[in-house]
């Protein structure tokens, strides 16, 4: 919850948050065992103990890499762009809009951005702020398209401001 005094002074915590951020990570996103993989991509596989005391493999994980910019409005929406690169596979832009929130914690501002791709692709993010709004340290916390549970990530990195 915001401090009151900063809301009466200032109005809406998320004009807080207004500028342009680069980023860029490498993670895992979430796969099928027998996925296509035309590059042979190392590959995090999962299993399950099986009825008869074995193990049979399940949804694993591939390397996910994205470098992207960020522009946050001031007034709770943003828009953004980037490229994304699966398993040495380089993929389309991507083009994004959202939607973020600012919250004060103590002497602490955190929050939570989501960005909305054209396929409905939703990826929610929390964020912690440092160095005086230069850089917001983030991780991914849930991934859905069109409202339903999609294949998640295991992220976390940093949006560094550049405008």
């Known amino acids: 919850m915001p401090d009151p005094r900063l809301v009466k002074e200032y109005g809406n915590p998320n004009r807080f948050l207004q500028g342009t951020y680069a980023t860029s990570y490498i993670g895992y996103i979430h796969t099928r065992p027998g996925a296509v993989n035309p590059n042979s991509a190392p590959q ?19 390397l996910n890499s994205f470098a992207a ?7 709770g929406n943003l828009h953004g762009a980037g490229w994304t690169n699966r398993g040495g596979t380089n993929l ?16 602490v501002f955190t929050g939570n951005y989501a960005t909305v791709d054209p396929k409905g692709i939703r990826v929610e993010h929390y964020w912690i702020m440092s160095n005086n709004w230069r850089r917001l340290e983030f991780m991914v916390t849930e991934v859905t398209q069109n409202g339903n549970p999609y294949r998640q990530f295991v992220v976390a990195g940093t949006l560094n401001r550049i405008g």
């Open 44 to 62: 995090i596989g999962g299993y399950q103990l099986n009825a008869s005391g074995g193990f049979d493999q399940v949804d694993g994980y591939r």
């Open 92 to 107: 389309n832009q991507l083009t994004f809009t959202g939607d973020y929130t600012v919250d004060q914690q103590g002497p």
């Open 69 to 75: 910019y960020l522009d946050f409005h001031g007034d």
